[in-house]
């Protein structure tokens, strides 16, 4: 690959090995020769160990746990290569961290996702590609290029092949109300129809009533959201489809599986039978269950790369 003079290089932080790998396999090219580690302070050390002069640098990176690690080895490195004049530099961001501080929801608070964002520019990237942000007007925050892709197709492919004809046994679920745009374009894909959860607490210290809109009784229900955190949400929602619902069975999917605190044991307690998640984030083997199926996002992220090396569309990505 090498139309317009600049050849292309994948480099990785620490955050995404084995995607950077699989989308520099699905390139035809290796990944860039390149070392980050810390000095005994703790302090992020990266060095490159082949020339990016001239070169189209991708830098694959979630900023995911331990965010501030993360963060600092995409800046670092982004750092490095513009400063050995590498011709461009994009950030590859499977899952950008902050991205819930992005507006002030009482006084005083900071917006943390746009200090993320100029922290980015700051360093010297020239664009940025990444996948589902939790508020996608945080694209804005940005005053370089951001190319945004969606996980739904790659979650609806798979329960394509689970549902084959049989679209009148499930209903897509949106587990809180924030969440009904996306479900309603994931029961749009699969042909299916939707529901909704609507969790309010009636007065204080009093716990939620949940009711759902819609009829999920006797159907098999795929509940949908961008990211699981505590999975508190998400598995409240999977018990409420079948406690007040009727559901038989429940499903899951999400681009993002962040899972901290106790978000495994409420998983694995929970009645969700299976839970599609995607590689944006890499699930260490202590968090991996039974019920998770992952789906890779490289072959997505590589043809996004392919475009943006030769100056293509990439909104046309069909998946």
């Known amino acids: 690959m090498n139309f317009h003079g600049k050849d292309i290089k994948i480099f990785t932080c620490n955050a995404n090995r084995a995607v950077a790998q699989q ?27 082949e020339s990016v002069r001239g070169s189209e640098c991708f ?8 965010v501030n690690d993360n963060i600092m080895e995409l800046l670092i490195m982004i750092d490095a290569m513009k400063r050995a004049s590498a011709a461009r530099i994009t950030a590859v961001l499977p899952y950008f961290g902050y991205a819930r501080q992005d507006r002030k929801a009482k006084a005083r608070d900071p917006i943390s996702a746009k200090l993320v964002a100029d922290l980015i520019t700051t360093a010297g990237a020239d664009r940025v590609l990444t996948m589902d942000l939790h508020a996608a007007q945080i694209q804005g925050f940005f005053n370089i290029p951001v190319d945004h892709l969606v996980g739904a197709p790659i979650l609806a492919n798979h329960f ?28 749009t894909r699969l042909g299916c129809p939707i529901a909704i959860i609507d969790k309010r607490r009636q007065r204080a210290n009093v716990s939620e009533v949940m009711n759902i809109i819609g009829d999920v ?3 098999k229900v795929i509940l949908v959201d961008d990211m699981i955190d505590t ?37 694995e307690k929970s009645n969700i039978k299976e839970l599609i998640l995607l590689d944006t984030i890499t699930i260490p083997d202590d968090k991996m269950l039974d019920k998770f199926t992952i789906l890779p996002v490289a072959p997505v992220f590589a043809e996004a790369i392919e475009r943006i090396y030769e100056d293509k569309p990439v909104s046309s990505i069909s998946i």
């Open 59 to 66: 830098i694959v990176q979630s900023t995911c746990a331990p």
């Open 231 to 267: 999975a508190g949400t998400l598995c409240n929602a999977a018990a409420a489809v079948v406690e007040i619902g009727g559901a038989t069975e429940v499903y899951a999917g999400a681009t993002h599986a962040v899972l901290s605190g106790p978000a495994i044991d409420r998983i």
């Open 217 to 219: 009784k006797g159907k």
């Open 23 to 49: 989308i520099a396999a699905c390139l035809g090219i290796p990944v860039g020769k390149s070392e980050v580690s810390s000095f005994s302070d703790g302090e992020i050390a990266v060095s490159l160990h």
């Open 160 to 187: 394509k092949k689970k549902i084959g004809s049989n679209t009148d046994e499930y209903v897509v679920v949106s587990p809180d109300l924030g969440s009904v745009t996306r479900a309603r374009n994931f029961a």
